[in-house]
C-alpha cells in the first residue's frame, strides 16, 4: 500500500474486526487496539475477539425484512463477518443465530492468520487526528477514550446512556383514532395525538404498572435512573401520575377533552417514523408490544425499535458525522458501529465494513462514498447524519427508506429487490 500507511482501528468488536479484515483484503496493514484482556467493560467476559454479549441472533435473513435486506446487501459488498457466521450457524428457523464462542473462536482465528493485521492489546486512550482512524470500542468504551473523542467530536456530542422511547411506522397508526396538533395550538401539526377516555386509560395503566420489566445492570441503574425516568416507575407511584406528566390532556379542548393523550412525534423528514414522547421505558419488548398497543390509535402499530434503558456511549451523530462516517472535524478518523448511532450486530458490521472502504478510498486518493439511500445501509448512514434535535441510535428497517407504493405484503419483497439492485449497482460503480 502507497506510504506503508497502517490504519488504526480501535476495538475488536464485530465492526473493528470487519474493518481490519476488509482493509487487510485490500492489502492494507492495520493495526487492531483491542483492550482485553487488560480490561474489561461490565458486560464483557470473553478474552477472544468478537465477543457476543447479548442474543446470539443476527436477526433474519427473510427477503421480506430489513435484517434480511441488509444481509444481503453485505454479501454484495463481500462482508467478511456474515461468512464466518454462516460457518458457525446454529438452527434458529429464519434467523442466523451462530454459537456465539465459536464465532469469536473464528473470528480470532482469521484476525492472527492475516499477514497485515497487527492485534495489539492495549487500552486505547487518545484518538490520533493525523492518523487514519476507525474508532469501533462500542457502547461500553474506556472512559479515557471516549473523553478523548468527545473532545475531537466537539465537547457536548457524546451521549452516556440510551433512553430511548419506541419508534413506530407512520402507515401503522390509525389516523382515525388520532390528530395532528400540538398543545394550546403551540407548534402547528408538530404532533400525531393518540387521545384515551377513562376507561381505556386505566385498562393502559393496569397492563403497564404490572407489566414484566427487563433486567438492568447495576452500571445501568446508577446512571439511567438518575437522569431519565422509566415510564412504568412514573406511573407506579399513582394512577393520575402519567396525566400530570407525558400523557397530560390539557390543551386539547377542540378535541373533546381527552382524559389522557399520548403525543407522538416525527423521527425523520419523511414522517415514515414517529416516536412515543415521553416513553421511556425499561419493559421487556413483547411487552412494550402488548402494552402500548392498547391506545386505540396504537393497536396495530409496527414497531421498528423498541424502548430502551441501558449504557450506551453513541456519538450525537446528526451533529458531528458526515454520511460517510467520519468526522467532520477530524477527517481522518472514522466511527463505526454502536458509538456512531446505529444498533444491532450486522448493523454494527456493515457500518465497520463502509469505514474500512471509505479509509482505504481515502488513502488511494479517492473520495469516499456512501450507498444509496433506497440500501438499508444507505439510508442507515443518511439517518444518523441528517439533521434531527432528537437523535437516538437506529437499526435496520424499512420505514427509513424511501417509500414504496402498493399493498403492504408485496412492498416488503420491493424494498429488498429495489436495495439488492441498488447496491450491485454501487458496488460495480467501485
Known amino acids: 500500500m502507497k506510504n506503508n500507511i497502517v490504519v488504526t482501528v480501535i476495538g475488536g468488536g464485530l465492526a473493528g474486526c470487519e474493518a481490519a479484515l476488509i482493509l487487510s483484503k485490500l492489502g492494507v496493514k492495520v493495526r487492531l487496539v483491542e483492550a482485553k484482556p487488560l480490561w474489561f467493560s461490565g458486560a464483557h467476559k470473553?478474552?477472544?475477539l468478537a465477543e457476543i454479549v447479548c442474543s446470539n441472533s443476527f436477526k433474519s435473513t427473510a427477503e421480506t425484512t430489513a435484517s434480511g435486506a441488509l444481509k444481503n446487501e453485505l454479501d454484495i459488498l463481500g462482508c467478511e463477518l456474515l461468512?464466518?457466521?454462516r460457518a458457525c450457524a446454529v438452527p434458529a428457523g429464519s434467523a442466523l443465530?451462530?454459537?456465539r464462542d465459536e464465532f469469536s473462536r473464528l473470528v480470532t482465528e482469521r484476525i492472527d492468520r492475516s499477514e497485515n493485521i497487527e492485534l495489539a492489546h492495549e487500552i486505547a486512550e487518545t484518538v490520533d487526528p493525523d492518523v487514519y482512524t476507525i474508532v469501533c470500542a462500542g457502547p461500553l468504551?474506556?472512559?479515557?477514550l471516549t473523553e478523548s473523542l468527545s473532545a475531537l467530536a466537539g465537547e457536548g456530542h457524546l451521549h452516556f446512556f440510551d433512553a430511548a422511547a419506541p419508534i413506530v411506522t407512520a402507515e401503522s397508526i390509525d389516523i382515525g383514532k388520532a390528530f395532528f396538533g400540538a398543545r394550546y395550538g403551540k407548534g402547528g401539526d408538530d404532533y400525531l395525538n393518540c387521545p384515551m377516555s377513562k376507561d381505556e386509560y386505566l385498562a393502559f395503566y393496569d397492563a403497564l404498572v404490572h407489566a414484566e420489566r427487563a433486567d438492568a445492570h447495576e452500571v445501568d441503574k446508577r446512571e439511567i435512573f438518575e437522569g431519565c425516568m422509566p415510564v412504568e416507575i412514573m406511573a407506579s407511584r399513582g394512577v393520575d401520575a402519567l396525566r400530570f406528566g407525558p400523557l397530560r390532556p390539557v390543551g386539547f379542548n377542540e378535541h373533546g377533552k381527552?382524559?389522557?393523550v399520548l403525543q407522538l412525534?416525527?423521527?425523520?423528514?419523511?414522517?415514515s417514523l414517529?416516536?412515543?414522547?415521553?416513553f421511556?421505558?425499561?419493559?421487556?419488548?413483547?411487552?412494550q408490544r402488548r402494552v402500548f398497543s392498547l391506545i386505540p390509535a396504537l393497536e396495530h402499530a409496527e414497531f421498528v425499535r423498541y424502548g430502551v434503558m441501558h449504557r450506551n456511549t453513541f456519538i450525537n451523530a446528526p451533529d458531528v458525522i458526515n454520511g460517510d462516517l467520519t468526522l467532520k472535524k477530524s477527517p481522518k478518523t472514522f466511527v463505526a458501529g454502536q458509538l456512531c448511532g446505529v444498533e444491532g450486530y450486522v448493523e454494527s458490521i456493515a457500518t465497520g465494513h463502509l469505514a474500512a472502504l471509505n479509509a482505504y478510498r481515502l488513502i488511494c486518493g479517492k473520495p469516499t462514498v456512501c450507498p444509496p439511500t433506497d440500501t438499508v445501509l444507505g439510508a442507515l448512514c443518511d439517518y444518523i447524519s441528517a439533521p434531527n434535535a432528537n437523535f437516538q441510535p437506529m437499526n435496520a428497517n424499512f420505514g427509513i427508506l424511501p417509500p414504496i407504493g402498493g399493498k403492504k405484503a408485496d412492498r416488503k419483497r420491493a424494498y429488498y429487490d429495489r436495495s439488492s439492485k441498488s447496491m450491485a449497482d454501487f458496488v460495480a460503480s467501485l
Open 46 to 48: 470473553n478474552s477472544g
Open 83 to 85: 461468512r464466518v457466521a
Open 97 to 99: 443465530a451462530v454459537d
Open 141 to 144: 468504551a474506556h472512559d479515557r
Open 258 to 260: 381527552p382524559y389522557a
Open 265 to 271: 412525534r416525527k423521527e425523520n423528514t419523511a414522517a
Open 274 to 278: 414517529y416516536n412515543l414522547v415521553g
Open 280 to 287: 421511556q421505558t425499561n419493559l421487556k419488548f413483547h411487552e
